[in-house]
């Protein structure tokens, strides 16, 4: 080891910092976590992957400091929170809105909440962190570790510490969700064994087979406990807020399903107050009735154009970014946006070695890139559609003036984005986006890739795409 080793590392997507530990490197990666802990002002819990040359220098765990020397890059990732981006969106689309007396819905009243609404959930975390259980349980599998230290003896849990096990793990999910998917369930439950190796179970190929039924089924009794005791994201689901043809506990389940973090809130206690026609005083309010907001859609499953004659507010572009932060707390434009930046070169040198037909056609687009961000975002979203076969010209029209046949044209559009422009290359523009269908793949990819929403449930065309875009 040298006198005093160097290291850089990685804080996030365009976050990066140099760690100097003296004297040399530290003999257990728990130290070197307390040194970047410290250095860095890290304030959530993490774990470190190193930059392994094996494997084309892509980011593994790291679980011995055999593994890294001086000058290594080691990269953090946040175990039970992401770091929220810092500030607000700075980026958002010209208002397509009314002056302030017509952008809000008549007179009427609402039951707000407090005045700082916070989420009841947290997105999931890359790696599950199994909690502390109650004392009794605790003692019983310390003392089971030391046995199966000594020995390798597994421990048979009696009824109580299964219990105990199974409460403090549901207990942790629901901070995260009560619809858990299957992966999800695995991942818990291999959490579980790897702290506790003692609960392994024999015969099982897994080794947390066994584990994982008993969570789901735990799970499964206690959404019952909260259905009784109120929680709106499992009363959604009761059999009497489904159609008397269809009641059946299996029939249109609903649950997130696009990244969503605080999918279906409670209702806060709070005052009821008059909203009136004030813009000002509608975007004060629109984060107070955000769970309101959100029963409403999701138990009445409103259609668009009832949706926005009650909620006018809702269709602003600022509020539009704030409600899709309020749902995945994450933010909308300037994540996208950044994204869309940070994989640009990644992006093109995918769309360099397709051949062919299409590869002709996206050479063509990178050709068109010029200096302009605008334009340059605008090429690399219309080769991501050409690359997964998908027309990129029905998913941006720009028009120059909205005449009866440019609105019949959008009006046949599935899903798209409008740009119109007063004179063509004027910077004065409404934006629109068409909504009727889905660019499937194009928009996973968004989604899942790009905007990192829900990134483990991949089809195999987009993780293909993800793996390329990764190499």
């Given at each position: 080891?040298?006198?005093?080793?160097?290291?850089?590392?990685?804080?996030?997507?365009?976050?990066?910092?140099?760690?100097?530990?003296?004297?040399?490197?530290?003999?257990t990666?728990?130290?070197?976590?307390?040194?970047?802990?410290?250095?860095?002002?890290?304030?959530e819990?993490?774990?470190?992957?190193f930059?392994?040359?094996?494997?084309?220098?892509?980011?593994?765990?790291?679980?011995?400091?055999?593994?890294?020397?001086?000058?290594?890059?080691?990269?953090?990732?946040?175990t039970?929170?992401?770091?929220?981006?810092?500030?607000?969106?700075?980026?958002?689309?010209?208002?397509?809105?009314?002056?302030?007396?017509?952008?809000?819905?008549?007179?009427?009243?609402?039951?707000?909440?407090?005045?700082?609404?916070?989420?009841?959930?947290?997105?999931?975390?890359?790696?599950?962190?199994?909690?502390?259980?109650?004392?009794?349980?605790?003692?019983?599998?310390?003392?089971?570790?030391?046995?199966?230290?000594?020995?390798?003896?597994?421990?048979?849990?009696?009824?109580?510490?299964?219990?105990?096990?199974?409460?403090?793990?549901?207990?942790?999910?629901?901070?995260?969700?009560?619809?858990?998917?299957?992966?999800?369930?695995?991942?818990?439950?291999?959490?579980?064994?790897?702290?506790?190796?003692?609960?392994?179970?024999k015969?099982?190929?897994?080794?947390?087979?066994?584990?994982?039924?008993?969570?789901?089924?735990?799970?499964?009794?206690?959404?019952?406990?909260?259905?009784?005791?109120?929680?709106?994201?499992?009363?959604?689901?009761?059999?009497?807020?489904?159609?008397?043809?269809?009641?059946?506990?299996?029939?249109?389940?609903?649950?997130?399903?696009?990244?969503?973090?605080?999918?279906?809130?409670?209702?806060?206690?709070?005052?009821?107050?008059?909203?009136?026609?004030?813009?000002?005083?509608?975007?004060?309010?629109?984060?107070?009735?955000?769970?309101?907001?959100?029963?409403?859609?999701?138990?009445?499953?409103?259609?668009?154009?009832?949706?926005?004659?009650?909620?006018?507010?809702?269709?602003?572009?600022?509020?539009?970014?704030?409600?899709?932060?309020?749902?995945?707390?994450?933010?909308?434009?300037?994540?996208?946006?950044s994204?869309?930046?940070?994989?640009?070169e990644?992006?093109?040198?995918?769309?360099?070695?397709?051949?062919?037909?299409?590869?002709?056609?996206?050479?063509?687009?990178?050709?068109?890139?010029?200096?302009?961000?605008?334009?340059?975002?605008?090429?690399?979203i219309?080769?991501?559609?050409?690359?997964l076969?998908?027309?990129?010209?029905?998913?941006?029209?720009?028009?120059?003036?909205?005449?009866?046949?440019?609105?019949?044209?959008?009006?046949?559009?599935?899903?798209?984005?409008?740009?119109?422009?007063?004179?063509?290359g004027?910077y004065s523009?409404?934006?629109?986006?068409?909504?009727?269908g889905?660019?499937?793949?194009?928009?996973?990819?968004?989604?899942?890739?790009?905007?990192?929403?829900?990134?483990?449930e991949?089809?195999?065309?987009?993780?293909?795409?993800?793996?390329?875009?990764?190499m």
């Amino acid at each position: 080891m040298t006198a005093q080793a160097i290291l850089r590392v990685i804080l996030g997507p365009d976050s990066s910092q140099r760690v100097m530990v003296s004297p040399g490197l530290p003999s257990t990666v728990t130290e070197l976590e307390a040194e970047i802990k410290t250095q860095c002002k890290i304030m959530e819990p993490f774990r470190l992957q190193f930059m392994d040359t094996l494997f084309g220098n892509e980011f593994v765990n790291l679980t011995s400091m055999a593994e890294i020397q001086n000058k290594a890059t080691i990269k953090i990732v946040y175990t039970s929170c992401q770091p929220q981006d810092q500030g607000e969106d700075r980026f958002s689309f010209p208002s397509t809105s009314a002056p302030d007396d017509t952008s809000t819905c008549d007179d009427s009243t609402v039951s707000l909440s407090s005045p700082e609404s916070t989420s009841s959930r947290s997105s999931w975390p890359d790696m599950f962190c199994i909690p502390c259980f109650t004392y009794d349980a605790e003692i019983k599998l310390a003392k089971a570790h030391v046995a199966f230290k000594e020995n390798g003896m597994l421990l048979i849990p009696d009824p109580k510490l299964k219990s105990d096990i199974l409460q403090g793990l549901i207990q942790e999910v629901v901070k995260h969700t009560v619809y858990p998917t299957d992966s999800k369930f695995d991942q818990v439950a291999e959490a579980l064994i790897l702290k506790h190796p003692c609960l392994k179970e024999k015969g099982s190929p897994s080794g947390y087979a066994g584990w994982k039924m008993s969570l789901k089924y735990k799970l499964a009794n206690y959404r019952t406990h909260l259905r009784k005791v109120g929680c709106p994201e499992v009363c959604v689901n009761s059999l009497k807020n489904k159609p008397p043809e269809k009641c059946s506990p299996a029939f249109d389940v609903k649950r997130p399903k696009r990244g969503e973090v605080d999918y279906c809130p409670s209702l806060p206690f709070g005052e009821n107050v008059k909203k009136r026609n004030n813009r000002e005083t509608v975007m004060s309010k629109m984060n107070r009735t955000f769970a309101l907001r959100r029963q409403e859609v999701i138990f009445d499953a409103p259609m668009i154009c009832n949706l926005q004659e009650r909620w006018p507010a809702l269709f602003h572009p600022a509020e539009i970014n704030a409600e899709f932060k309020r749902i995945t707390t994450m933010p909308l434009q300037s994540r996208f946006l950044s994204q869309l930046d940070y994989l640009s070169e990644s992006l093109l040198k995918v769309f360099a070695k397709r051949s062919g037909q299409q590869g002709k056609k996206l050479k063509d687009i990178a050709a068109m890139m010029t200096d302009d961000i605008v334009a340059c975002r605008e090429s690399l979203i219309k080769g991501l559609c050409v690359y997964l076969n998908e027309n990129p010209d029905i998913f941006v029209q720009e028009y120059t003036d909205m005449t009866e046949a440019t609105a019949l044209s959008a009006e046949k559009t599935t899903v798209g984005i409008y740009v119109s422009r007063d004179t063509p290359g004027n910077y004065s523009f409404d934006v629109g986006i068409i909504i009727e269908g889905m660019l499937h793949y194009t928009f996973e990819v968004i989604q899942k890739v790009v905007m990192g929403l829900d990134a483990t449930e991949l089809s195999r065309k987009a993780q293909n795409f993800k793996t390329k875009l990764l190499m």
